[in-house]
T-cell receptor, first 113, second 113 residues
Framework: AQSVTQLGSHVSVSEGALVLLRCNYS??????LFWYVQYPNQGLQLLLK??????LVKGINGFEAEFKKSETSFHLTKPSAHMSDAAEYFC???????????FGKGITLSVRP | EAGVVQSPRYKIIEKKQPVAFWCNPI?????LYWYLQNLGQGPELLIR????????DSQLPKDRFSAERLKGVDSTLKIQPAELGDSAVYLC???????????FGQGTRLTVV
């Protein structure tokens, strides 16, 4: 079985500040990990994915995430927040091929002017 | 390339009435998912199809929910009868296969009154 923990439900940063959204996973096999973003009244859009290649993964809109097996973490970062980054962010894990995609509860990111 | 298309976007029904949601996945995608997303929560898998076959429906409440994927393309999710607690967003997603990332539709927001 696999699971995802996203601590906290809300993160607020100032425009231009570092964004750090935390994700810890549990998986009995090497995982595939994903970050999705959801804007109000929209579906989920893939930001980036880790599939056992490079541990530092770059995604769209300047986001990146680093897979750390020793910490079972896959935290999402962006050096400089923009107002348009305000949204809900979901971390998800797939425990190996052909297994189901399990999502965390999500984190709401607010960006202050 | 067209994305995952869902209809309707919004649906309001009275409790005990039936309701159906439709999903057209990305062309060529063999895997189709239906997810339930409650307010403030991450998506939870209801059912996953590989072509026409439902390979994971363990979380589908089969007493009132049913789904089908005719000819391995479009899919329909039905609730009969609907209950107040079914009010949520129903997301459809598709992927090339069970190993690749899922692309989501915009969802159907169901309100049961």
């Amino acid at each position: 079985a696999q699971s995802v923990t996203q601590l906290g439900s809300h993160v607020s940063v100032s425009e231009g500040a570092l964004v750090l959204l935390r994700c810890n996973y549990s998986s009995s096999v090497p995982p595939y990990l994903f970050w999705y973003v959801q804007y109000p009244n929209q579906g989920l859009q893939l930001l980036l994915k880790y599939t056992s290649a490079a541990t530092l993964v770059k995604g769209i809109n300047g986001f990146e995430a680093e897979f750390k097996k020793s910490e079972t973490s896959f935290h999402l970062t962006k050096p400089s927040a923009h107002m348009s980054d305000a949204a809900e962010y979901f971390c998800a894990v797939r425990a190996g091929a052909n297994s189901k995609l399990t999502f965390g509860k999500g984190i709401t990111l607010s960006v202050r002017p | 390339e067209a994305g995952v298309v869902q209809s309707p976007r919004y649906k309001i029904i009275e409790k005990k009435q039936p309701v159906a949601f439709w999903c057209n996945p990305i062309s060529g995608h063999n895997t189709l998912y239906w997810y339930l997303q409650n307010l403030g929560q991450g998506p939870e898998l209801l059912i996953r199809y590989e072509n026409e076959e439902a390979v994971d429906d363990s979380q589908l409440p089969k007493d009132r929910f049913s789904a089908e994927r005719l000819k391995g393309v479009d899919s329909t999710l039905k609730i009969q009868p609907a209950e107040l607690g079914d009010s949520a967003v129903y997301l459809c997603a598709s992927s090339l296969n069970g190993n690749t990332e899922a692309f989501f539709g915009q969802g159907t927001r169901l309100t049961v009154v």
